[in-house]
């Protein structure tokens, strides 16, 4: 199934991460672009990853307000490159099924494949970090049974995502579904389309 191996690349993409543990560090993708879909999903839990470590330290009540401004500047970059590379993982799907032709009674899902495989990344990191608390240490065993109880279901929530993607995928290629992909067309990062920056011209 396509997704137990999207799972365990977002597995080791987190792992790796908090090797060093810090957002600064640099990345190097372990698959090479002949394995496009593992350098996509690869690259795509990275910067997942990243910036649930930004939205941490932006949190911090104490931060320096020049230094706050700086680091929603890469929240919003990261944004950017977040949803860049669903429209990447998309078009790799596109172009994988663009032989399948759709039944006459083929409907569309409710959102693309990619955008289910973003869900199943920030999953990834969910479970991990709710792992960290069920067994810190340091944490009082009514904080620990909390967040076993909060682990179970994120486990359960993956099963079932990864059912769904799965199936997805399965009825693309059966022609009992079919892709239509939008792109974001976000409008606050455009000089022509955001009135405060076209002003800035």
């Known amino acids: ?22 957002v600064d560090q640099s990345f190097k993708n372990v698959y090479p672009e002949s394995d496009l879909i593992a350098h996509l999903l690869y690259r795509k839990c990275w910067i997942d990853t990243v910036q649930w470590h930004y939205e941490d330290i932006i949190r911090d009540p104490q931060i ?30 596109l172009d994988k099924y663009n032989a399948v032709e759709a039944k006459k009674d083929a409907t569309i899902n409710t ?49 079932d995502l990864s059912t769904a993607i799965d199936t997805l995928l399965n009825d693309i ?8 992909v939008y792109k974001q067309m976000k409008m606050y990062n455009d000089n022509e389309l955001n009135p405060v920056l076209r002003s800035q011209k």
């Open 64 to 93: 320096d307000p020049v230094a706050a401004l700086k680091l929603k500047r890469q929240i919003d970059a990261s944004n950017q490159d977040r949803t860049d590379m669903v429209e990447y993982i998309d078009s790799y799907f």
């Open 1 to 22: 199934m396509f997704t137990s191996k999207a799972n365990k690349i977002f597995q080791d993409v987190i792992e790796t991460y908090h090797v060093i543990n810090t």
């Open 111 to 159: 959102e693309s494949p990619a955008w289910g495989i973003d869900r199943l990344s920030i999953l990834a990191l969910k479970i991990y970090h709710m792992n960290e608390e069920a067994t810190r240490e340091d944490a009082s065993e009514a904080h620990k049974a909390t967040c076993q109880k909060k682990l179970d279901i994120l486990l359960e929530q993956r099963v």
């Open 173 to 180: 290629e059966k022609g009992d579904k079919y892709m239509k």
